[in-house]
């Protein structure tokens, strides 16, 4: 049975910086296309920010988190990681990771079970 389990989120001022992690059970994520983190921000629908591939590590990001965040992975450890810097009010959400199929990031869709996410809030 495959489960998600992410970490790393915090209260955090804007302006700061936060490195979420995730660890997936239950099969290899190099066994997916890509991997990738999603947010749900309040009242929003989840969204895909970053993604990364497996047999290239290439990296694509959503434009509002162009240049502040960073998608890594540990492929053989089952681990993915995003590092986000310069944190804004707007990045209030959860966070999720999961595998994902297609072969863009237009086209990505999430194939395994969502875990429970972890929550980032920004606030002075």
């Known amino acids: 049975q495959v489960q998600i389990v992410e970490s790393g989120g915090a209260l955090v001022q804007p302006g700061g910086s936060l490195r979420l992690s995730c660890s997936v059970t239950?099969?290899?994520?190099?066994?997916?296309?890509?991997m990738g983190w999603y947010r749900q921000r309040p009242g929003e629908e989840r969204e895909l920010i970053a993604r990364?591939?497996?047999?290239?590590?290439?990296?694509s990001y959503l434009d509002s988190v162009k240049g502040r965040a960073t998608i890594t992975s540990e492929w053989h450890e089952n681990r993915l990681h995003l590092q986000l810097t310069n944190i804004q009010p707007q990045d209030t959400a959860v966070y999720y990771c999961?595998?994902?199929?297609?072969?863009?990031?237009?086209?990505?869709?999430?194939?395994?079970?969502w875990g429970q996410g972890t929550q980032v809030t920004v606030s002075s």
């Open positions: 239950g099969r290899s994520i190099f066994g997916s296309y890509a």
């Open positions: 990364i591939r497996s047999d290239t590590d290439e990296t």
């Open positions: 999961n595998g994902l199929a297609g072969l863009t990031f237009a086209t990505s869709e999430p194939r395994l079970p």
